[in-house]
T-cell receptor
């Protein structure tokens, strides 16, 4: 089955700790994205990548970092510099940036205690 | 700045009672308007892409339409399994980002 997987589904961390969220896709898509979803707000773009070893900041990149060492993988690190990290994090992919339809993973709910 | 506003925030329908959800947008050079369905605790599921005014797309009980200022998602004779949050997003010509609305939470009562 082709798709996007995110792990873990739920993640709890103490304040001040960095945490890395996993995102893997086997759709052979070039572009990958990370969004954050908070109650009462639309999805907001954190980072996106259109090709291996290249990524661009979205609207709310502060306190986050990413890497794209493999086409299939786009992990997101939530650093201690992120002031309000508790949220639902969604990873998505598309064939490339010119074909805009994005397909989403199941999400990771991060709670910082 | 590109913006998307969805209304109503929440909608309760009786099974079989047709209605429409609205997505108003402002964008510099529309390069696509997108509808997604999101179930609680899950990632959004892609439904439709619309590119130009007058365009329509259909899927089962859902029909999406587009004008120069807004899009409608028409739901005909809904069933309880249509209950979900419906998200609208746009992409303009100023970059590669999507801008999402806050969604309409639809509940269909048997």
């Amino acid at each position: 089955d082709g798709g996007i997987t995110q792990s873990p589904k739920y993640l709890f961390r103490k304040e001040g700790q960095n945490v890395t969220l996993s995102c893997e896709q086997n759709l052979n898509h070039d572009a990958m994205y990370w969004y954050r979803q908070d109650p009462g707000q639309g999805l907001r773009l954190i980072y996106y990548s259109q090709i291996v070893n290249d990524f661009q900041k979205g609207d709310i990149a502060e306190g986050y970092s990413v890497s794209r060492e493999k086409k299939e993988s786009f992990p997101l690190t939530v650093t201690s510099a992120q002031k309000n990290p508790t949220a639902f994090y969604l990873c998505a992919s598309s064939i490339d940036l010119r074909v805009p339809e994005q397909f989403f993973g199941p999400g990771t709910r991060l709670t910082v205690l | 700045e590109d913006q998307v506003t969805q209304s109503p925030e929440a909608l309760r329908l009786q099974e079989g009672e047709s209605s429409s959800l609205n997505c108003s947008y402002t964008v510099s050079g529309l390069r696509g308007l997108f509808w997604y369905r999101q179930d609680p605790g899950k990632g959004p599921e892609f439904l439709f892409t619309l590119y130009s005014a007058g365009e329509e797309k259909e899927k089962e009980r859902l029909k999406a339409t587009l004008t120069k200022k807004e899009s409608f998602l028409h739901i005909t004779a809904p069933k309880p399994e249509d209950s979900a949050t419906y998200l609208c997003a746009v992409r303009g010509n100023t970059g590669n980002q999507f801008y999402f609305g806050t969604g309409t939470s639809l509940t269909v009562i048997p």
